[in-house]
């Protein structure tokens, strides 16, 4: 059996970039009356599960986010490995 590690990928867009999903969602919240949110922004995660044995993981897991996960232009991501 092999044993595994995890990263988990959190991808956001970078500040200045417009963010409708959250724009709609703070909209929302204020018609529900929760006024004490200013502002929303969205994004969303990955869990990758590694070989605990794998080479040059941390060069690996940057080329995944900046050629799969994550859009460098706009967005911007962090790793949390577990």
Known sequence: MTNHKTAVVYVR????????????????????????????RTGRFFELEIKA????????IDEVCSKLLANPVIETYTVEKR
């Open 13 to 40: 867009l970078k500040d200045g970039v417009l963010d409708p999903q959250g724009v709609t969602i703070h909209k929302a919240l204020t018609q529900m009356g929760y006024d004490d949110f200013t502002s929303v």
């Open 53 to 60: 044995d794998s080479e040059d993981i941390d060069r690996k």
